[in-house]
C-alpha cells in the first residue's frame, strides 16, 4: 500500500506561490491500477513526483508499505552526459540488480542496439522514451509510477511496453497520469479526477471519465 | 524498515556508484582519467612552489621553500575547489533524486571525496617526487601529518554543506563564493607558520580552524623547529556546529528543490 495524507505542495516563482496540492488523500492498493485524470497543470506529475519521492511535500504524509519504481518519463532518471549502458551500469549498482540481467534486459526491451554506447543527449525523445521504459521495468516493483509516456515510439515499440506493463506485470499496483481514456479505461481498476488541488474519486472509472470528458 | 545493515549496505552501494559516474562524467574514460584530479594541485603546487624560490630564495622560516609552499597550497587548492564543487551541486544532479536511496549529503560527500582523494594522492605524489630529488624532508611525524589533514578536511566539509545549501537558497551567495574562497588564503595557514606573525596577527589567524590543521601538518613535516601553535578542541568546536547548520540548511533545500 501507498498512502497519502492531506498532501500540500505550492511552487514559488519569485514572490509568488502558487498552491497546486491542497490536501490530496489518496491510497493505492497492492495491485490496484489507478488512474490520475486532470487538465494540463492540475497536478499529476506534482503528486506522481511526490509519490515517487522526487520531491518532497510542503505538508502531509506519504506511508509506503511497498516499493515503488520512480517516475516513469521522458527524462527522469537518467543522466544525459553518460552512455545509455552506464546508465544501465549505474541503475544496476545503485538498486543492487545483477548487471548481466539488466543490460541484457535493456538491450533487448529498448532495440537501440549500438545507440546505447552514445550519451543520452544524443537521443531522440523517442529513443530517451524507450531507454527511460527499458531501466525502469529492468527492476522490479511492486508499484509502478507513470507519467504519460505510454503513447510514445512506434507501435511495435508501443506493442512490447503493453505486454511487458500491463500482461506481465498485471499483478502490480500502477499509478497512471494519462489523457489517453482508451488506457485508462482498458487498464485502470479505479479513476482519479486532480481538479483545483484535491483528488476526486468516482465509483466507477466510467463515471470518472465521463466526468473527465465534460472538463 | 530495512535494518542497520541494509542501510549501510545500500549507502556503500550508492556512494560507490555515485563516485563512478562523478568520475566518467568529469574526466571521461580517455587518457590519464581519474587521475586528471590530480594535474590542478600539482601544477599549482609545483609552480608557486617555483615562484616563491625566485623570489625569495631556497628558505623561507628556516625550512626548504618548495616544500613548504607545496605543503600550503595544496590542503587550500583542497579547500577552494571542495567548496566550489558544492555550489548549485543539488540543481545540476536533480536527475539523481529520481531515486529515493540517493540522499542530497550523499551528493556532497561523493564530490567531497574526490577531491579530498585526488588532493591527497597529489600531495603524496609531489612530497615523494621532492623527497627523491631531496627537496622534501622525511616527516618528522607521520602521525600529525595525517592528524592535521584530517582537521583540514573537516574544515573543508563543514563549509563546503553550508556554502552548498546556501548556494541554493540564494543567487548572490553563488556568486560571491569565488571571491570569499580567495579571502580565505591568509586564513588557510598556507604562506605563514603562526611563531613568525606577530602575537596580533596570531591571535586572529588561530581562530581559522583551517590554521590549526595547517599547523599540525607542518609540525608533522618538519618537526618542532617551527614551533607549531595549534589547539584540539577549538577547530572541532567550530567545525562541528557548522556541519551540524550545514545538514539542517541541506535538508531545508532538499524540501524547497524543485525538479524537472
Known sequence: MIACQNLTKSYRSGHVRHQVLKGI???VQRGEKVALLGRNGAGKSTLIKQLGGVELPDRGRIIR????????????GFQGS????????????IYGSRLDAIKAFVEDFSEL????????????SGMRARLAFALSLAIEFDCYLIDEVILVGDANFHRKCHTELFDKRRDRAMVIASHDMQIVNEVCDRAVILRDGVAHEFASVEEAIAVYNAL | MPSLRQGWDIQV??????????????FGRENIGFLWVMAEPLLFAVLVGLLWRMMKGPTDYGVDIVPFVASGYIPLVLFRSAVSRGVKSFTANGSLMYHRQIKVLDLLLVRFLIELIGHMMAYLFIASVLGVLGFFPLPHDVGFLVLGWLYYALFTLSVMLVVAALSELSEAI???????????????????IVSALSPAAASVALYSPAVHGMEMMRYGIFGPSIDPHFDYIYPVGFC??????????????RKRLVIE
Open chain 1, 25 to 27: 488523500n489518496l491510497t
Open chain 1, 65 to 76: 508499505k511497498m516499493t515503488n519504481s520512480w517516475p516513469i518519463g521522458f527524462s527522469g
Open chain 1, 82 to 93: 553518460l552512455t545509455g549502458y552506464d546508465n544501465a551500469r549505474f541503475i544496476a549498482r
Open chain 1, 113 to 124: 542496439g549500438s545507440a546505447l554506447r552514445r550519451p543520452v543527449h544524443t537521443y531522440s
Open chain 2, 13 to 26: 552501494r550508492v556512494i560507490s556508484a555515485l563516485m563512478v559516474r562523478e568520475l566518467t562524467t568529469r
Open chain 2, 174 to 192: 553563488e556568486k560571491i563564493v569565488p571571491v570569499v574562497t580567495y579571502l580565505m588564503i591568509p586564513f588557510s595557514g598556507a604562506f605563514y
Open chain 2, 240 to 253: 562541528l556546529p557548522c556541519m551540524a547548520l550545514g545538514l539542517v540548511l541541506c535538508r531545508m533545500v
